[in-house]
């Protein structure tokens, strides 16, 4: 019996068969596999979905989605969680400055630092990513990937209102954006450093021989499972001496089990 016979049993048993099939038939129209997610977690949100929905059950829920790929496209919004800031947790970004950037730009010797933003919302962690590449004398070539369209779709425009850029000091925001009517965009010098794509974690391809890659407040929405099947990918995408950078909330626990090692907190080292 295959695991994820077990697995579906089990959900089976706590949330049902309507939504087991509910989740059978995303997974069919999306790729996005909910059982590498945080089951509870999953099912309350998507249980709010359906009942703000007006929806009697799951089954009206991906009969929904099935025939409109708009309401598909909103639900996948929805479920997804975007929020993201500008060289959020600014501690962890002066470690990257001072500490982890300067030795990887260094070894580059004038070709790009390449880095990769896994789960990038709406860019704004890529952007700070190629601003700080930048101010370390490098050349960043900065990947951002996502599950969520309008997610990328927001990052590819570079366009964020006034309560979005509250991470930004006044020097970057003279430095690399434009004012607009509405709030702040993101000038060419920094647009034409960063590529945004669609890409699941959990079933595309990873990018290889990268010099960092960044992968924060993503791994708390997945399964043990899931975590380690992610981090493993992270690791190996790394070439030697590169560097993965997780979230505050994300510390590896058994790093040397993916080849890492450890050389500040949530900064590891590909040996
Ligand atoms: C909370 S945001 C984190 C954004 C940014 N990394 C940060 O720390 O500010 C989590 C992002 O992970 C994305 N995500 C969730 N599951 C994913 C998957 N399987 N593959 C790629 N991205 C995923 C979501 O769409 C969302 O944009």
């Given at each position: ?29 999306t ?38 790929p708009k309401?598909l496209a909103h639900?996948v919004d929805?479920?997804t969680?975007n ?39 709406a ?23 996502d599950i969520d369209e309008p997610s990328l779709a927001k990052a590819r ?39 945004f794509e669609r890409r ?72």
């Amino acid at each position: 019996m295959s695991r994820q016979f077990i697995q579906s049993r089990d959900d089976i048993n706590t949330y049902g068969t309507d939504y087991v099939h509910f989740c059978m038939r995303l997974k069919k129209l999306t790729d996005i596999d909910l059982a590498s997610y945080k089951a509870q977690q999953m099912h309350r949100r998507l249980l709010n979905y359906k009942n703000r929905q007006g929806l009697a059950d799951f089954y009206a829920l991906s009969v929904s989605i099935q025939k409109d790929p708009k309401k598909l496209a909103h639900l996948v919004d929805f479920l997804t969680i975007n929020v993201s800031e500008f060289f959020r947790n600014e501690e962890h970004w002066k470690v990257l400055r001072a500490s982890v950037l300067p030795p990887i730009v260094k070894a580059r010797a004038g070709k790009p630092v390449e880095i990769w933003s896994a789960g990038s919302s709406a860019g704004q962690e890529a952007y700070s990513l190629a601003m700080t590449v930048l101010e370390a004398g490098g050349t960043p070539r900065v990947l951002g990937t996502d599950i969520d369209e309008p997610s990328l779709a927001k990052a590819r425009e570079g366009s964020y209102s006034s309560s979005e850029i509250e991470g930004l000091d006044r020097l970057h925001l003279a430095k690399y954006f434009d004012k607009t009517p509405t709030g702040y965009k993101v000038r060419e010098v920094l647009k034409r450093s960063v590529l945004f794509e669609r890409r699941n974690l959990l079933s595309d391809p990873y990018p290889r021989d990268l010099d960092l890659a960044v992968c924060r407040n993503v791994l708390i929405y997945f399964t043990d499972k899931g975590k380690q099947q992610v981090l493993r990918g992270l690791a190996d995408s790394l070439r030697p001496g590169g560097v993965l950078f997780t979230g505050a909330t994300e510390a590896v626990f058994n790093p040397s089990a993916y080849g890492l090692k450890q050389i500040y907190p949530f900064f590891y080292e590909r040996a």
